[in-house]
Each structure stands twice: as structure tokens, then as C-alpha cells.
């Protein structure tokens, strides 16, 4: 089986962005490649550095969510990045051939440090860690010698540079050892916050997987809708509602999306009525998710397990990869 990598910033709890738009492709992927899945805390410790003391239960969140999605120990290998150090040592090789320039014209990074430098925080300074953010990341995925890795679309200007990266190695150590990985993108739609924009735990505008069903009824309660839309009985315009009805799409199967449709064209159907039912929808899709994300919490010595058994078998393929990087290079 092919072997694929991808990772997620240990940035706490996660919400239907990170369900929908990655852990569910994750899930579909376990059964067609061997996977490897991490919690990529030293990419979170690029901008989280001054603020250390979620750093493990953050990771064990991640880890939780991902178990209550359906990421399955027995399919996929599930480990935390700085369990590896072999991948830190690949990153003092990869840096060294890696030129100064690909990493400056990273346009991700240029975004992070934009959000950066617009914080009033002691750490606005775009750090020597963060500029190696992308060099890190190619680490992850060469370590373990990947031909793909499935990621969103924003993660794809990092995935050229890893290929930039692994042909500079393999034209300057003339050897073919290192796969040229593919981005592996799904093509399931984006959903957007509870306020119309990209969904984000930084925006305050999210659901997270871990919501109460009050608290996820809520919020979709706070949902924008269409917006000259002011009387129950106005007419309503589906494809101008900013919110509600882009998570009918996601959410509801064809029949009650076509009827949401006709009754709020019709002014049949008031917008509370509406994301009233629309919660209802979204607690039922997530509510096994939930059962299942309460039994890890109540275990978590089981999830420690899994991460300790699932690095260890990790550290095992990192160390014939590093072995062999050695050798190539020529290291002592
Ligand atoms: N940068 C990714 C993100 O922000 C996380 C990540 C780190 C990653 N290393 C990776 C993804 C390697 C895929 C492969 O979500």
C-alpha cells in the first residue's frame, strides 16, 4: 500500500471545518493507503511559543477528535511529532540545502506573518522557527518517505516547496531516494462560520466537534441568514442567506434541501424556524461522534496508549530513512 502523511497544528479542540474539510477525507483514506497521522506540536510551538501550558491537552484533544471521527488505530498510525527527533535532525539537512528565497515567497507564510504583525502581542516578531515552518513540514512528510499527503487547499503551497525541496536532494546528492509527494486534495465543500467567514477557532466563529447540543443549537441559532430578509413572511432569497441555508447544503439530505428552498422563497418559513431545525440536523449528524468523543475522554489512558504505541512504530521507520540520509550525505 501506498503510504501517505498529513498533520494537524495541536490547536486545541476542533470544529466541523477540520471534520469536514479534512478528518472525514482522512477516515475515507484509511482503507486505500497506509496512513500516517500526527499532531504537529512543534508547528504549533512556531507561533504559540510565549504560551506553553495547553500545549499537552491540546494534543490530547486533537487526538480525541480525530478517534471520535473515525480515525482507527488498528488502520492508521496515529503519533506526535516531537515523539520523533528523528524528524528535527532531517530538518538540520533539509535546511541546509533549502534556499533562503523558497521559504521568504511561501505565500502561506507571508499570510501567518501578516496575522502576526497585527497582533499586539510580545510576540509579533516572525521568529527563526517560523520562517522554517515550510522546511519543518517537508521534514514530516520526508521522514517518512510519502508519495502523497492529503491536505486543504492551503496547505498546497507547502507541498510544491516539499517537492522543491526533495529534488534539490535527490540533483545534489545524485540519488532518487526521496518520492516526490502529490497534495491529495478532497473534494468535499468548505463550510464557512457561524458569521460567514472561513470558519476558525481564531474568528470565534465555530462549532466544534465537542459543542454541547445546546450550545451547537445555539450558536447556529446566531447564524447569519439573508439578510433583507426583516418579517417572517418576506420572501426569502436561499442562494443570498450568508449561512444557514450553505449548511442545509452540507447537512440535509436532497428532499428537505429542495423543500427549505421552496418555502423560503415562498416566505413560507421564518429564518429562526429555520436554523432551529437546521440545529436539530447537525446534532444528529454529530452525535455518535460525540458518544464516542466522551468514551476517550473518560479513557484517555487508552489514547496516551495509542499515541506511545503508534510513535514508537514510527521512530522505527524514521530511523531507516535518517540511517539512510546519513549515508547519502555522507555524514560521519
Ligand atoms: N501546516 C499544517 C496545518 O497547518 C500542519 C502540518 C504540519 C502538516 N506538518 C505537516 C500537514 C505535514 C501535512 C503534512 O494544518
Avoid at 541546509?96 to 510576540?123: C, F, G, H, Y
Avoid at 445555539?218 to 418576506?234: C, E, G, V, Y
Wanted: hydrophobic share 35%.
Amino acid at each position: 500500500m501506498e503510504r501517505i502523511v498529513s498533520g494537524m497544528r495541536s490547536t486545541g479542540r476542533l470544529h466541523l471545518g477540520h471534520y469536514l474539510g479534512v478528518i472525514q477525507n482522512w477516515v475515507e483514506l484509511q482503507n486505500k493507503y497506509d496512513c500516517y497521522y500526527f499532531v504537529a506540536d512543534w508547528h504549533a510551538l512556531t507561533t504559540k511559543y510565549d504560551n506553553t501550558k495547553n500545549l499537552r491537552q491540546d494534543v490530547l484533544d486533537v487526538v480525541i477528535d480525530w478517534l471520535a471521527c473515525g480515525i482507527d488505530p488498528e488502520k492508521s498510525t496515529i503519533y506526535v511529532q516531537s515523539l520523533i527527533p528523528e524528524i528535527a535532525e532531517l530538518n538540520i539537512y533539509l535546511s541546509m540545502i533549502t534556499p533562503q528565497n523558497w521559504v521568504e515567497r511561501d505565500p502561506t507564510l507571508k499570510d501567518m506573518a501578516k496575522i502576526l504583525r497585527n497582533k499586539e502581542s510580545a510576540n509579533s516578531q516572525i521568529s527563526y522557527g517560523l520562517i522554517g515552518y515550510p522546511v519543518l513540514m517537508s521534514s514530516d512528510i520526508m521522514m517518512l518517505n510519502a508519495t502523497a499527503v492529503p491536505v486543504g487547499v492551503d496547505q498546497v503551497a507547502h507541498i510544491e516547496i516539499t517537492r522543491d525541496i526533495v529534488r534539490r536532494f535527490n540533483n545534489l546528492y545524485k540519488t532518487d531516494f526521496f518520492n516526490e509527494p502529490r497534495p491529495l486534495l478532497n473534494n468535499c465543500s468548505l463550510i464557512c462560520g457561524l458569521d460567514g467567514n472561513k470558519m476558525s477557532k481564531s474568528y470565534d466563529n465555530d462549532i466544534k466537534i465537542s459543542d454541547t447540543e445546546e450550545i451547537t443549537a445555539k450558536k447556529i441559532m446566531s447564524a447569519i441568514t439573508d439578510r433583507s430578509r426583516i418579517r417572517r413572511d418576506d420572501l426569502g432569497h436561499p442562494d443570498q442567506c450568508e449561512v444557514a441555508f450553505k449548511y442545509w447544503k452540507i447537512f440535509g439530505d436532497e428532499n428537505s434541501v429542495d423543500n427549505v428552498r421552496y418555502e423560503c422563497e415562498k416566505g413560507l418559513r421564518g429564518c429562526a424556524d429555520c436554523k432551529r431545525q437546521l440545529g436539530v440536523l447537525v446534532n444528529d449528524r454529530l452525535k455518535s461522534i460525540r458518544e464516542k468523543r466522551k468514551y476517550y475522554e473518560a479513557h484517555s489512558d487508552e489514547v496516551h496508549s495509542i499515541i506511545a504505541k503508534g510513535s514508537e512504530k514510527t521512530r522505527i521507520e524514521a530511523k531507516k530513512v535518517l540511517d539512510n540520509v546519513r549515508n547519502i550525505i555522507g555524514m560521519y
